[in-house]
T-cell receptor
């Protein structure tokens, strides 16, 4: 039962363009969402988060949008840079998840020069 | 200001042996989480511990797996009688408060890659 889904295993974007990574969830009890970035042979690194009371959170080149009615969130990176090439994980926490983070399977982002 | 430390980074075991994975949380963090990542999958929660207490082990297999976070020393994830299906990357994370709210994100270690032959 996948409560957090990232349907695109990989995404290729030209350097300087916008990267849009998508994430869908099924549990309406989720109230906090996070994006983590992971390089090979390293642990995930926190990138940006959003609470369910907001629909947008911005931090530099990174913006996360939340559409609660659609149970969908997206991460926008603009402009994309070569160092952004990594696997991006969407994770969610909810009132019924007892502090667990529920993770999507990840999307591998490749930035082409 | 060291981050979350995990050792060993790579561990090779034969079927039936024991695997011990260690995690030292960030300084000042008393909440530790263990996750497992199988190939091509996301991270799966295993267990959440505070010092000397297991808070939530709902993600941990009922047999062969155990975890502890003693008063002194690192957190240990122990897998007895390993099988090939235990081969995975095991990540440890820590946070200053429970969960993952604002200003309380979980910081991850580099992981231990367990290979069972």
């Amino acid at each position: 039962d996948q409560q957090v889904k990232q349907n695109s295993p990989s995404l290729s974007v030209q350097e300087g363009r916008i990267s849009i990574l998508n994430c869908d969830y099924t549990n309406s009890m989720f109230d906090y969402f996070l994006w983590y970035k992971k390089y090979p042979a390293e642990g995930p690194t926190f990138l940006i988060s959003i609470s369910s009371i907001k629909d947008k959170n911005e931090d530099g080149r990174f913006t996360v949008f939340l559409n609660k009615s659609a149970k969908h969130l997206s991460l926008h990176i603009v402009p994309s840079q070569p160092g952004d090439s990594a696997v991006y994980f969407c994770a969610a926490e909810g009132m019924d998840s007892n502090y667990q983070l529920i993770w999507g399977a990840g999307t591998k982002l490749i930035i082409k020069p | 200001n060291a981050g979350v430390m995990q050792n060993p980074r790579h561990l090779v075991r034969r079927r039936g042996q024991e695997a011990r994975l260690r995690c030292s949380p960030m300084k000042g963090h008393s909440h530790v989480y263990w996750y497992r990542q199988l190939p091509e999958e996301g991270l799966k929660f295993m267990v959440y511990l505070q010092k000397e207490n297991i808070i939530d082990e709902s993600g941990m297999p009922k047999e062969r797996f155990s975890a502890e976070f003693p008063k002194e020393g690192p957190s240990i994830l122990r897998i007895q009688q390993v099988v090939r299906g235990d081969s995975a990357a095991y990540f440890c994370a820590s946070s200053p408060q429970p969960g993952a709210g604002f200003y309380n994100e979980q910081f991850f270690g580099p992981g231990t890659r367990l290979t069972v032959l």
